[in-house]
């Protein structure tokens, strides 16, 4: 079947602009992560929603980003008043869960680039 | 927190040659993750390990679990030019999945 995927692959935007990026998980997976990986560094994760639980957002850096999910589909992610430091590849990732697994499958990224 | 540590930071090798990558954790390994990122494709799940000493293979990689290390390693045998990208070992805390730095592999020709 299909992998995640994630949209668009690339946006560049003037600083103080809002963006927007989608995810569209793998079928049937309850949970969704998201994740930023900035240049030459590791990934920084920034929210986990899990079926119709209350998300955890203890990673967002700051009240600028937001997400949100509709029951366990499309999940997306909004940056408000963009700044150069939110330049990053963001990366959405989706698991079952079920069965005790959690391995999580990730989409190609968004590459976001702030001017 | 628990970290970990993967060596090397980056190796070269001849195409056909093996190579392995060692993922070490600060803390006790109750299970780990192996991903490969490639540019524009984001992270690819390669194997789960769950308990200590065991192994996984998939076509030509290999990894296992030492619980009593704390260790993981990531084993190619016969590398080709698809092998190449970065390789990531990780650990879940509930459902955080936290990376090691990576290592990077280039296959030569």
């Known amino acids: 079947g299909a992998g995640v995927s994630q949209s668009p692959s690339n946006k560049v935007t003037e600083k103080g602009k809002d963006v927007e990026l989608r995810c569209d998980p793998i079928?049937?997976?309850?949970?969704l992560y998201w994740y930023r990986q900035r240049l030459g560094q590791g990934l920084e994760f920034l929210i986990y929603?899990?079926?119709?639980?209350?998300?955890?957002k203890s990673g967002l850096p700051s009240d600028r980003f937001s997400a949100e999910r509709t029951g366990e589909s499309v999940s997306t992610l909004t940056i408000q008043r963009t700044q150069q430091e939110d330049s990053a590849v963001y990366l959405c990732?989706?698991?079952?869960?079920?069965?005790?697994?959690?391995?999580?499958?990730f989409g190609p990224g968004t590459r976001l680039t702030v001017t | 927190s628990q970290e970990l540590e993967q060596s090397p930071q980056s190796l070269i090798v001849q195409e056909g040659k093996n190579l392995t990558i060692n993922c070490t954790s600060s803390?006790?390994?109750?299970?780990l993750y192996w991903y490969k990122q490639k540019y524009g494709e984001g992270l690819i799940f390669l194997m789960m390990?769950?308990?200590?000493?065991e192994e996984k293979s998939h076509e030509k990689i290999t990894a296992k679990l030492d619980e009593k290390k704390q260790q993981s390693s990531l084993h190619i045998t016969a590398s080709q030019p698809s092998h190449a990208g970065i390789y990531l070992c990780?650990?879940?805390?509930?459902?955080?999945?936290?990376f090691g730095a990576g290592t990077t592999v280039t296959v030569r020709a």
């Open positions: 990732a989706s698991s079952p869960t079920t069965g005790g697994r959690y391995e999580q499958y």
């Open positions: 079928s049937g997976h309850t949970a």
């Open positions: 929603f899990q079926g119709n639980s209350a998300p955890d």
């Open positions: 803390k006790t390994l109750y299970g």
């Open positions: 390990l769950q308990k200590g000493g």
């Open positions: 990780g650990v879940s805390a509930a459902y955080k999945l936290s």
